[in-house]
Structures are given as structure tokens and as C-alpha cells.
């Protein structure tokens, strides 16, 4: 390079390490994609700059690393030898058709809405991940608006520490282990093959087979209680054919009310309960009679104690149970008696 | 250091399809679109200065003009036709990209549906292998909100008008009547919400929209007040005010999913799976069913008399029930 002055554009430019690596990298990805056919190490040694003046020993052990570090960026650098090549020393290459963006064209508002999709995520990697892609499409030539007014702004939030790690996992069909907490049980540990993620009402879950109980099972993220950890090798599980994750959701999360039950409210009073409620009269003086849907007995017993004294239940029987049950404990808890 | 490096590369490999065949583009703007400052885009194209092809004499590098960025501040660059197309999308970066599009599907109203169809159909097709990760990774819609209610706000917002809420206030146990001049729609933890300003808190205030039970669009314009401005939830939705009760809970296992729901300012364990919480209470009657509902599994540590009027209420519900 001897006589060509690194420009100056503002400030001094100082030559440092990260300079030196990033140009190397850039150099070698360049050298790689213009290059017909596979390009041995050898020769990678003599036309990129940065290797050259390396000892056979450096030069080898940086080349490794640079390789990962390209493809942890997503850089497809494929190995193999053809018979061009006269010894047996395989060869590297990239391929165009797997190395760049394919043509897209954005209609303006298709690209409005891309625009407002930067803004989703509250997650700060997930954040960064979607500038990264619209980084991309604006280099393809895709007029992202960035600004974009909207009124509605949907934002996902993920902040669960355990969403990255099972994210990764799901995608690269590796196995995980998790300490998990059930309501009212002590934590287990639990080993997953994890097959998807959902966020349901704003709170996350991960889909998959539960190995110990060999079944599909879904866990809140918000409750897993360690660190997520690979339990085997990446690719070591199929998610079974035709697995719909929407639909399975549905089969393990707390199914749709069955039954009625009746209570009674003070007037004014149990708002929540008159919105849902399928039937409503006058009962006593200042009270009405509520027919509202029934799944969990102690769900709505909770809800019904939540009221206090202006919601009684009525029907049935071991909805009002549980609710004088529920009271009972409430009572006894300030006379120093355990719950 | 090495992912800065990575990192650089990545940008770098944008940055020259980008600025290919654009003639100048200033490098204020350049650095806008990459999300970064006027100088790193200065040293990506310093290290770019010294890329090219292999064995490259001067004229083989990638040419950069140096001369236009710093007499004009606008970027040039040429001869690098080997690089006229960015990256692909990485599994991640397509996860990222078109989960946030769904997630925007599911909110937006029925014409904007369509251009997230068309931009997403499209996008799962030029991501490739990178669009099957994000097939793992499902938004279920929230909570049900009655069409009705969106539309009518969706049209005052438009519109510039005032509304009249019957609105649900579930912590106090009320239906409420109010004038709300609308700011935005948002969405945010699994519920739209509609931010406005309240002219009877005389504040600006998010109603959820589940909880709205009537909704009329007034003929009356929107007067928004200069001291009305959206919320910044960045920190989350809830965000406790200054004369907030401090409260102490001990929550029981059953109920340790309370510390995950609300926001809390200090969790402590304590034996027996306990968990011992601090957190600040905008309305004390949200706190007192709180520990209703808990039953025995929230126990009031502090303040000592929401305890005993808990008990209270306690009693006076079980009189409801005679036989037992």
C-alpha cells in the first residue's frame, strides 16, 4: 500500500486493530465472492492484505477465526474442492445466489408499514435484529419510511431473560433445560424440545415436548426460574410434522367457560361481573340476581371474594364453598392461626 | 474489539450496495439510515478506502470521494460493482422483522392489513430458510376488543373529535362517565389502549379498550391542552406517581405471580418459596381486592391498617352466607 496516504476526512483516522481486522474481513468476503470456483488457503494468504505478512503458524489461526466471525454474521462461506485444484487442500468460496438479498420491491405503503415495524419491539436485541434487516432493505434500494405517522403503535415487550436463549433454541432444534415454577409447587427442572414461542395476551410461553412426561407441554416464560441451558446438540429433534402452534396453544390453555353460575350483586356494584353476565334481574331490596359464565370454580370464587362483601354466590354449590372456604382463610389469617 | 469489527463489517456491507449508483448522498442522512453517528459512518468509509479485489492495484479499490465528503459532507462511491446487493436476512434479522409485522397485523386497521400482507408475503419470500425460524415465534391476538369500539375511536382520532367513555374501572369496582379527547391508539403487553387526555382526572389517562362499554363520538372538536403529551412507556405502562402508598407484601407461592405482573420495586425471598415485595399503589382499593383475591396466599406486611381492613371486609362477606 506503500504511497496511497489513508485519507483524512475529519480528525485523524489512528490505524487500530478493529481497522485493521474489519478491512481484512471485508478483503477476504470480497476476495471469496468475485472468485469463480474455490479459492485454496494458500492463496488466500497471498492476495489478502493483512495475512500476507503473517507466519504460516498466525496466519492459520486467524484465518479459522475470521471464518467463524463471518459466518456468525450471517456470511455463507462454503468449503469443498473441485478437481481444478491439483492437490487435495479443499478450498472456500462464496456463492452469490446464497451470499445476497434477493430483489424485493416495496409498494409505498407496504413499505410504511415495514418502517413501522422497527418500532415493535421493546427487547433491546429484537430492537436491533429489526434495524439490522431494514438496514439491509434500504441497501437494496427499498425506500423504508422510517417515520412513518401511525396511530396505532403495537409494542411487544419479551423481557423475560429467558426468551433469547429459547428463541435460539427453537431455531436451531436444540434441547434446554429450565427450572421451572408451577403455582403453588416448588421449582422442577424441566427438559424441553422446544418447538415454538408465543406471546398470548402479552405474556410469553415456549411450546414443546416435555421430556420427562414425553407430551407437549407449554411454559409461561415469566416462570422459568434458571438459566436456560442446552441439554443436547443443535438439530438433534424433529418438531413433528404438520405441528400447528396456534392450534396447540389452544388445546393447553385453560379452556372456554362451560357452565353458569348465579350470584348475587349489591346495586352499583360488580361491574366486571354485569358486563359478562348472560342474565340479569332484580333480586331483594339493593340487590340483583347475575347469571354469569362458568370455567374455573376457583377462578371466579377468587373473583367473587375479590368483591367483598357486595357479591354473594349462589349457585353452585361448590362455587359458594369455595368462596366461604376462601373467606374463612382471609379471617383466620389476622388471628395468628396459619392460612 | 472483534465485534466491533464484526459489526462494522456487517454495516459495511450495506453501505456500499446502499451508496452505489446514488450519486452524492449527504452523510448526515447516510448515518440516519444506519442508526449510527456522522463518525462511524466517517471511518467505515476510511477502512473501505482500503478494500477492493484481490491484489488490487489503486485503481481495483473501492473508490471513495474524499474530497466531496469533507468540503460538501456528501458520500460517493464507486467501483465496486461486485457488491450491489446486501446481505440476506439472517435467521434472526428475519425472525425479528417479520414477527414485528405479524404482531402489527394484528393490530392495525382492516385496510392497513393488507399492505402487512403484501410486505409480509413478500419478505418470507426473499428472507428464504431465515422466514422458517420466524414461523416458530406466534402472536395471539389480545384480548378482545368489540369492533365497534375501535372504529368509533379510530374515527374521533381522525377526525379530531371528542369522545364520551362509559369505561370500566375494575380496581374500584366502577363504570365511569368521561370526555376524552383522543391522543393515540397503542398496544402494548397484549391490550390496545386508547392515551388521551381526561377531562374529568384533568390528566392524560390510557383506557384499555376491552374495558370501554360505550363509546359516542361528540360533535364537539378535540381541544387537547398544551400539557398533554403522550406518555413515554419505554419504562412500561405503568408508572407509579408521587403520592403513591408504599405497601409490603408477602406473597405466598400461589400468588408469586403478582411480582411478575405489577411492576414492583424490590422482590426479597423468603423461606417456605415466600416472596417478599415493595412496590408503590396508585389506589389502595386495587391493593384491598388484590389481597381478597389472593385468599390467604397475599398478606398485607405493610401498611399495618389495610391488614385489618381487609379482615374486616372479610367478615362482613362471610355474614353473606348464613348456613355456612
Known amino acids: 500500500m506503500a504511497g496511497v496516504g489513508r485519507p483524512v476526512a475529519s480528525g485523524n483516522v489512528t490505524t487500530t486493530v478493529t481497522t485493521r481486522k474489519a478491512e481484512r474481513l471485508m478483503n477476504l468476503v470480497i476476495c471469496l465472492l468475485v472468485t469463480r470456483g474455490y479459492v485454496s488457503k494458500d492463496r488466500i494468504r497471498k492476495v489478502v492484505d493483512g495475512y500476507r505478512d503473517q507466519t504460516l503458524d498466525a496466519f492459520e489461526k486467524m484465518f479459522e477465526r475470521d471464518k467463524e466471525e463471518l459466518r456468525e454474521i450471517g456470511i455463507p462461506i462454503e468449503v469443498g474442492s473441485h478437481e481444478a485444484l491439483f492437490d487435495d487442500e479443499p478450498g472456500y468460496r462464496i456463492r452469490r445466489g446464497a451470499f445476497e438479498l434477493p430483489e424485493i420491491t416495496l409498494e409505498p405503503d407496504e413499505a410504511a408499514v415495514v418502517g413501522l415495524a422497527a418500532r415493535v419491539w421493546q427487547h433491546a436485541g429484537l430492537a436491533r435484529q429489526t434495524t439490522d434487516a431494514l438496514v439491509k432493505l434500504r441497501a437494496a434500494g427499498v425506500a423504508v419510511d422510517r417515520d412513518a405517522l401511525s396511530m396505532v403503535e403495537p409494542r411487544l415487550a419479551a423481557s423475560e431473560p429467558a426468551f433469547e436463549p429459547l428463541c435460539d433454541a427453537v431455531v436451531t432444534r436444540t434441547p434446554v433445560r429450565f427450572g421451572y415454577r408451577r403455582p403453588g409447587r416448588d421449582p422442577a427442572e424441566r427438559i424441553l424440545e422446544p418447538w415454538g414461542v408465543l406471546s398470548w395476551r402479552g405474556r410469553w410461553y415456549v411450546i414443546g415436548r416435555d421430556r420427562g412426561r414425553d407430551a407437549p407441554r407449554m411454559f409461561r416464560l415469566s416462570r422459568v426460574t434458571t438459566t436456560v441451558r442446552k441439554a443436547g446438540r443443535g438439530g438433534s429433534y424433529r418438531v413433528p410434522e404438520g405441528t400447528d402452534l396456534r392450534a396447540l396453544a389452544r388445546t393447553l390453555l385453560p379452556p372456554p367457560a362451560a357452565g353458569t353460575a348465579v350470584v348475587r350483586v349489591r346495586t352499583g356494584a360488580g361491574n366486571a361481573l354485569r358486563r359478562r353476565a348472560t342474565g340479569e334481574r332484580a333480586d331483594s331490596e339493593g340487590w340483583d340476581r347475575l347469571h354469569v359464565p362458568l370455567a374455573h370454580v376457583d377462578e371466579l370464587a377468587e373473583e367473587v371474594v375479590s368483591y367483598g362483601a357486595d357479591v354473594v354466590a349462589v349457585d353452585p354449590p361448590e362455587l359458594r364453598e369455595a368462596v366461604v372456604a376462601r373467606l374463612r382463610r382471609l379471617v383466620r389469617l389476622g388471628d395468628g392461626a396459619p392460612a | ?324
Not at chain 2, 458520500?75 to 422483522?97: F, G, M
Not at chain 2, 402487512?116 to 406466534?138: F, I, M, N, P
Not at chain 2, 375511536?153 to 369522545?163: E, M, W
Open chain 2, 1 to 324: 474489539m472483534s465485534d466491533r469489527a464484526r459489526d462494522q463489517v456487517r454495516r459495511m456491507l450495506a453501505l456500499v450496495p446502499y451508496l452505489q449508483d446514488q450519486g452524492g448522498v449527504p452523510v448526515e442522512q447516510v448515518a440516519r439510515d444506519f442508526g449510527v453517528d456522522r463518525q462511524t459512518i466517517v471511518n467505515d468509509l476510511n477502512v473501505l478506502w482500503f478494500c477492493g479485489l484481490p491484489e488490487a492495484v489503486t485503481g481495483d479499490m473501492i473508490d471513495v470521494d474524499m474530497d466531496a465528503l469533507e468540503v460538501e459532507g456528501v458520500v460517493r462511491l464507486d467501483n465496486a460493482d461486485y457488491l450491489r446487493r446486501p446481505l440476506r436476512l439472517t435467521a434472526r434479522e428475519a425472525l425479528a422483522l417479520i414477527v414485528a409485522l405479524r404482531t402489527l397485523r394484528e393490530t392495525v386497521d382492516p385496510g392497513a392489513a393488507d399492505a402487512v400482507d403484501r410486505a409480509l408475503a413478500k419478505l418470507e419470500s426473499a428472507a428464504g430458510d431465515g422466514a422458517a425460524a420466524a414461523d416458530s415465534v406466534e402472536v395471539l391476538s389480545a384480548a378482545p376488543v368489540d369492533p365497534a369500539v375501535r372504529a368509533a375511536v379510530r374515527d374521533a382520532l381522525t377526525d379530531g373529535r371528542r369522545v364520551h367513555l362509559r369505561y370500566l374501572v375494575p380496581s374500584r369496582d366502577e363504570t365511569t362517565e368521561r370526555d376524552v379527547d383522543p391522543m393515540r391508539l397503542l398496544s402494548a403487553e397484549g391490550h390496545s389502549y386508547l392515551e388521551g387526555w381526561c377531562h374529568r382526572a384533568d390528566d392524560v389517562r390510557l383506557f384499555r379498550l376491552d374495558r370501554v362499554v360505550d363509546v359516542t363520538v361528540l360533535d364537539v372538536a378535540a381541544a387537547l391542552p398544551e400539557r398533554a403529551r403522550p406518555r413515554d412507556l419505554s419504562a412500561g405502562l405503568f408508572q407509579p406517581g408521587e403520592d403513591d402508598l408504599e405497601a409490603v407484601l408477602d406473597l405466598a407461592p400461589p400468588a408469586r405471580w403478582v411480582s411478575e405482573h405489577y411492576p414492583v420495586d424490590s422482590t426479597e425471598e423468603a423461606a417456605d418459596g415466600h416472596l417478599l415485595v415493595r412496590m408503590r399503589v396508585g389506589d389502595p382499593a386495587w391493593l384491598r381486592r388484590l389481597v381478597l383475591r389472593g385468599s390467604g396466599s397475599v398478606t398485607v406486611v405493610e401498611p399495618g391498617d389495610l391488614a385489618t381492613e381487609v379482615r374486616e371486609v372479610a367478615r362482613m362477606a362471610l355474614a353473606g352466607y348464613p348456613s355456612g
